[in-house]
């Protein structure tokens, strides 16, 4: 067997159950008002259907939906034909139930079992004739013989159109698949066509202007003797290279050139050299390796924060913390300066680059929080999961 036919029988739709037990109880209502035979004889048969009714909905319908390779599977199977034949016994009237059982016998087995206890269910009438009814035994093996060619191919019929739907909902699912690559690889085609338009403008304006300053102020001073031009020069190639990472699609130069721990070291000291405020650093859990776009995150936002910093906060000190911990990495940068009230128009300056931090934590499933009071100082913490 196939395993699309494994899947087209272990599909079980619940209409078959409904479907199953009107019948039973269609059968069953009919044959205590008939009045043909013995009341014993139409208790027996109640009783009977109500053991298949039973036995259906605390085994079978469980079993439909499992492995019908399954053993106990075909024991339910059998205990419902010898149920089925004590009905008919009893009164052949309950041979309508050949309506609910062939297709739950179907469900149940596989197809060959299933075959096979469809044909020995439509020879219970014409053996208990036997016995009953010799002369019916005829046309009870020609009605029992259209009944069961009739019931195997409708399983048959059965199991193809589920085949058939299990097929559709593969394809639906490789289709699906197959759109979710294609937006992707134009998602993909967009960002990289975006990527390069910006390193066009970059490497045509940033890049070209900081090589004009560091030409300028070299041809100011060529022995850079003044500290704020020697300044001003190293932190025009410093963002020069910066410009030229971009336009490269590389990792920061501070990255390239070491750790993220000496990255954010570098830029805290920066900082202070070139604000005249103090900032320390602190790192505390284990130090471990972190993906490259995490670590780019972490080395721009506080890059970005003391920015803001230096700009706006007129902070007389700043702290820098990067904490390792088992469930990721938290960034936080405080200062004592004068801070904001979040949503005024006076942090409407920094807005900017907030947004463009959030952005970037978003990039890495991070989370940025502000904290600020206008007598407090403001609080920047970057939370990364792991």
Do not use: C
């Not at 706006?312 to 940068?333: I, K, N, P």
């Amino acid at each position: 067997m196939t395993s699309l036919t494994e899947a087209a029988h272990r599909r079980y739709w619940p209409y078959w159950e409904v479907y199953f037990l009107v019948v039973a109880a269609a059968v069953a209502a009919a044959t205590l008002a008939a009045d043909g035979h013995a009341l014993w004889r139409r208790e027996v048969v109640v009783a009977a259907i109500a053991g298949m009714a039973v036995l259906h909905v605390t085994v079978s319908r469980r079993l439909i939906g499992a492995d019908i390779e399954d053993w106990r599977n075909l024991v339910a199977a059998l205990v419902t034909l010898v149920l089925f034949v004590v009905a008919v016994a009893a009164a052949p009237f309950a041979t309508w139930l050949l309506f609910a059982l062939i297709p739950l016998f179907f469900q149940l087995v596989p197809m060959r079992p299933a075959i096979v206890l469809v044909v020995l269910v439509n020879l219970v009438t014409p053996l208990v004739d036997v016995f009953e009814e010799p002369k019916l035994v005829p046309m009870d093996l020609v009605i029992g013989a259209i009944s069961a060619a009739a019931g195997v191919w409708l399983g048959f019929w059965n199991i193809r159109v589920i085949e058939q739907s299990v097929e559709r909902g593969q394809l639906i699912e490789e289709l699906e698949e197959s759109r979710a690559e294609v937006a992707r690889l134009s998602h993909e085609a967009g960002v990289a066509a975006e990527r390069t338009r910006l390193a066009g403008e970059i490497h045509d304006t940033l890049a070209q202007g900081f090589t004009s300053i560091i030409t300028l102020l070299q041809a100011a001073d060529p022995q850079l003797r003044d500290e704020r031009v020697a300044l001003a020069v190293r932190t025009a190639k410093e963002n020069l290279a910066e410009a030229r990472a971009l336009v490269s699609d590389l990792s920061p130069v501070a990255l390239a050139s070491g750790s993220l721990l000496d990255s954010v070291r570098r830029a805290a000291s920066r900082f202070s050299e070139e604000s005249g405020v103090p900032a320390t650093v602190r790192i505390t859990g284990a130090d471990r390796p972190l993906p490259t776009s995490v670590e780019v995150v972490l080395l721009r936002s506080t890059q970005e924060a003391l920015t803001n910093v230096r700009r706006h906060a007129g902070a007389g000190s700043a702290q820098v913390l990067l904490a390792f911990g088992d469930e990721g990495v938290r960034l936080t940068v405080r200062d004592d300066g004068r801070g904001f009230t979040p949503g005024s128009r006076s942090s409407a300056a920094g807005g900017f680059g907030l947004n463009g931090m959030r952005a970037r934590a978003e990039q890495v499933n991070g989370t940025l929080t502000v904290a600020s009071t206008p007598a407090d100082g403001t609080t920047i913490e970057l939370e990364i999961p792991a």
